[in-house]
């Protein structure tokens, strides 16, 4: 799954040649890759670092009664408690994105079910990270068993009025640009569409 790109233009930037490349740090959360690379101009950077991270989920999950079903954790980089969408990293043993989404989405929250499509996927910086996140929009789940959290986990499952969450976003209390960016698209498209 990749996100929908333009058409390429006859004159559009090509494709640096990366001349060496050495693995800096090699840890399952956090993979650090120093390339050599070479410009079309000629020009070389020698330390060009990139982050490798496998694909990461979130989901945008609404009840049959408008409520969007949100989780509250903490943040140890910024140090704080912060509202999110349900979400995660898509592991070896999913199939693929979506299967991580409805499995992350159960074990965070215990909701599940509904319909489901792909509603975007974004990259959190496209000129470090080697990796993309698959946001889902999921409707009319339901509630079907009692969260299931990692060992790592703390989180608070909460429901949401949508109008709730949408005056959080708009008033910045949703930090998190990976899970911020589909519920303005939600709220975008859903306004639009009236």
Not at 148 to 162: F, G, P, V, Y
Request: net charge negative.
């Amino acid at each position: 799954m990749t996100p929908a790109s333009q058409k390429p233009a006859p004159d559009d930037p090509q494709a640096w040649k990366v001349l060496d490349s050495k693995y800096i740090s090699k840890r399952p959360w956090l993979t650090v890759r120093q390339d050599c690379v070479q410009l079309p101009s000629g020009a070389t950077i020698d330390e060009y670092y990139v982050l490798e991270y496998s694909e990461w989920i979130n989901v945008l999950a609404i009840t049959d009664d408008d409520y969007i079903v949100m989780v509250r954790q903490y943040r140890h980089p910024l140090q704080q408690v912060y509202l999110e969408l349900p979400g995660g990293v898509v592991d070896a043993s999913d199939v693929n994105p979506e299967a991580a989404a409805k499995r992350e989405l159960l074990e965070e929250t215990g909701y599940g079910g509904g319909t489901w499509e792909h509603f975007m996927s974004l990259s959190a910086n496209p000129s470090t990270h080697t990796n993309l996140t698959h946001s889902f929009l999921a409707r009319s789940v339901v509630k079907l068993q009692e969260h299931a959290q990692e060992h790592t986990e703390d989180l608070r499952t909460h429901l949401l009025k949508l109008e709730e969450v949408q005056r959080i976003v708009l008033n910045g209390g949703i930090i998190q640009a990976l899970h911020a960016a589909p519920l303005l698209k939600y709220f975008l498209l859903r306004n639009t569409l009236k």
